[in-house]
């Protein structure tokens, strides 16, 4: 996966040369992971007070879904907003562009390498003093995480949400929502059948859903039971 690092359409930022694109799908109005968590993200575009929250859970959870949902509302608004996935290398010059920027968004920060953690301790820091709203998400706990002490302590300092592994309701609200925006509609029994015999991972669900759409489009069939265990070879 490349470099990921999105912005809002603007001659100034287009100058950058950088990628512009999200999952249109996540949104704040379909994230149903923890509605706590979404009351405080929708508190800061209705106060356009900058905030600094923290979300941890494992893997498929929705911790993505939150931080992109979040940058797709601030580009609603007509504010600047940048996504930032850890696991890659951070831009530096992100530094140069404080005053342009209303909301950032670090994903994965448990997967940050060593060399890029002064790099995220300085934007940090940056932001705050610019009064920038700053979500970041990890699989645990500020305290556990395997990240440079100083880091550890400004993230312990934050609002922290923890979101729960989704159950297989949640689950489907979610994806059949997804496939209403595409004026598709799955019944329940296929999902039911990918969650027993397949995976119960949102992450990895809403791709492999993308694929079946892609592979239904194609060949003309509807996604039913059968046609998913062949395509996917259950």
């Not at 950088?18 to 209705?46: C, W």
């Not at 923290?54 to 979040?70: E, F, M, P, R, V």
């Not at 934007?123 to 990890?138: D, K, M, P």
């Not at 609200?173 to 995976?199: A, T």
């Amino acid at each position: 996966m490349g470099q990921e690092v999105y912005f809002t359409r603007d001659k100034k930022m287009n100058q950058l040369g950088l990628p512009i694109s999200l999952n249109s799908s996540m949104l704040l109005e379909n994230f149903v992971a923890n509605k706590e968590l979404l009351r405080s993200i929708n508190q800061i575009f209705e106060g356009q007070m900058s905030s600094e929250l923290y979300i941890y859970g494992l893997s498929g959870n929705g911790k993505t879904h939150a931080l992109q949902g979040a940058v797709l509302k601030s580009l609603e608004n007509d504010k600047n907003a940048v996504f930032i996935d850890c696991s890659d290398s951070i831009p530096e010059h992100l530094v140069d562009l404080m005053d342009q920027i209303k909301l950032m968004s670090f994903d994965n920060v448990h997967l940050i390498a060593r060399e890029n953690e002064e790099i995220f301790f300085d934007l940090f820091n940056r932001a705050r003093q610019s009064e920038i709203t700053i979500l970041v998400s990890g699989d645990c706990l500020p305290s556990d995480l395997d990240v440079m002490k100083d880091i550890k302590t400004r993230l312990s300092l934050t609002a922290v949400y923890k979101l729960e592994e989704l159950n297989d309701e949640q689950t489907m609200s979610v994806i059949d929502k997804q496939m209403s925006e595409r004026n598709m509609s799955v019944e329940s029994k296929v999902y039911e059948y990918l969650f027993k015999n397949y995976s119960r991972d949102l992450k990895l669900l809403l791709s492999t859903m993308d694929d079946l759409d892609k592979a239904s489009l194609e060949t003309k069939k509807p996604i039913s039971v059968p046609f998913v265990r062949n395509h996917l070879g259950l």
